[in-house]
């Protein structure tokens, strides 16, 4: 879809599309915190103060869908630490010891969860006196050059009415697949993320490690809408930056609450350790980009502190948005009339004969029908588009989440049809066909080639030779003298900087005493 309204000529125009961009993902949902009252603060991709200095813990992103080449099961994805950028070395991106990464699983419509999946992890090294995560090419997980693995737990916890009723383990050191430093440290990263891939009892598949960061969509919206001037617009911000994910694809019948009652609703928390060695909530997520956009500032701590039973307290900000009356003021795009019943019926009650379970209490959660069977051609606008499988019905990973809300926002279900968007409507990277779905993360050596070297070629042979670095200029021979030179320069300047620290020391020293 290019950015272009249906709806007359007021709509016609690339500052209409856009401004509504940062609001689509979540706009009309509205969520909270914490299977236990504490200090939280917000999720996904770096949208609050808070959670935004500590990227561990960070929950980006939750997908919710039936598996497409298992329709009895279905498949959860969450991710967490944005923007890891894949040659950020040498400490690269594990998951926290100390926190617990759970999937919560509401199968009856009460807004509070009866089942918990919690991913507990333990991070090992094989040698302290070096500074490299991987101290040659790794083969395996196993690999004794994989300096730094991690591996994890998982807990089956079931509650009623957020009292525990069983705790069950039902995966102990399963591991986790490793940053993708580069071609030369592995040279088969397919071969590790397969190996990370683990069946567990009574038909379940777990996965955690690196991924491609799966949401699309353009965030440059915060540069004054798009550079000032309209003309970014249409770049997945997100291209080229991996994430830690954990998948879990389970039975139908092992998380909905009968097969006459198959709609489940799914968030994720993460809860980190405290000075007292208590956890304390940091984050929850379940329909994207929920803070951004839903709360106003006066909310946010509150929004993050309080539970799902509990988010009746916000319903006013999905009844009476903001961002709708932004668009009106700016652009002069009359906002739907209010109360937006038809947003809280969306977003935080499911739609009525497909995603909404029966005496429903309003909540903030992925709704997912798990007996409707997947297409084979998903459409990206889910529902909107006539694909049932798809947004708002839980969420996949091809579902454009920006362009099907924000026409939501705008009035597409009472009677102001649009067509907006942000103009990024797929994912940089193709998705896998198989669990866990999620693409490759992107490699460390991803960058351009040094000059006068190939693919393949072992560039430590060609040191003397043509070797230049990629993106300078053609001076053969000339270039490798002046690299050479500069490297000599700088161990004699060190040496010099250090003689000179030496004399001043001692210069000080004796005047001092």
Known sequence: MTPISRSGAGRRTLATLVCGALAAGGLAAAGATALAPGAASASSHREAPLISGTPQYDNTDVYA?????KPDT?????????????AGGPNFFTFADDAQYDLHIDNNGDAQGELIYRYTFKTHRKNGNTFLYNTGPVTSLDDPDLNITQTYDIELLRLHNQRLVSKTKVADDVPVAPSNVGKASMPDYSKLRYQAVSKLAGGSTTFAG????PFFLDLRVFDLLYGGNLTEVGRDTLKGYNVNSIA???PNDMIRESAGQPIVGIWSTTQRKDARGQYRQVSRLGMPLVNEVVNPQKDKDKFNASAPWEDAQFLKNVTNPELPKLIEGIYKIKAPAEPRNDLVDVFLKGVKGLNQPPHVRPAE???LNTSIKPTMHPKRLGVLDGDNAGFPNGRRLTDDVIDASLQVVEGELVGSKNDLGDAVDKNDKKFEK???YVAEPTSGSRGALAKGTTSGTDVRSQLGDALQPAGSGSGGGTD???IAGSAAAGAAGILLIGSGLLWWRRRMYNRAY
């Open 480 to 482: 490798t003298v002046l």
């Open 248 to 250: 879990l694809q389970v």
């Open 74 to 86: 279905t498949t959860i994805v969450a991710n967490w630490i944005p923007f890891e950028e894949p």
């Open 65 to 69: 869908f039936v598996s497409p080449d």
């Open 210 to 213: 690196q991924a491609d960061d």
């Open 434 to 436: 198989y669990f866990p």
């Open 365 to 367: 959660e992925l709704r």
